[in-house]
């Protein structure tokens, strides 16, 4: 896990360079953690949960496979190159929009 820094707030990351994916256990909302994977910089804020999901929001250099883990949900999403924004919701869907 090179280059993998996480703030105050609890957050666990797995990187899976040879699958260009990174796994993110989200064990608090607020968090915020900053990884490498590669020479790719990627943010990773879990910005809030508002009961029947968590707001993300995802900045990178480059695409690249994520995988949340959020209590007793796993999402799956193909990140975009940019800033995009995620609503994490417990149901049957995930909102997703560029920002």
Do not use: K
């Amino acid at each position: 896990m090179t280059g993998l820094q996480i703030s105050a707030a609890q957050a666990a990351v797995e990187i899976v360079a040879a699958e260009n994916r990174i796994v993110w256990r989200i064990e608090a909302v607020p968090s915020r953690v900053d990884a490498r994977l590669g020479d790719n910089r990627i943010r990773l804020d879990a910005l809030a949960d508002h009961g029947g999901g968590i707001s993300v929001v995802v900045e990178a250099q480059a695409a690249f496979a994520l995988e949340v883990e959020a209590g007793f949900t796993v999402f799956y999403e193909s990140v975009p190159a940019g800033r995009t924004a995620y609503l994490l919701t417990y149901l049957d869907r995930t909102d997703v929009h560029q920002v």
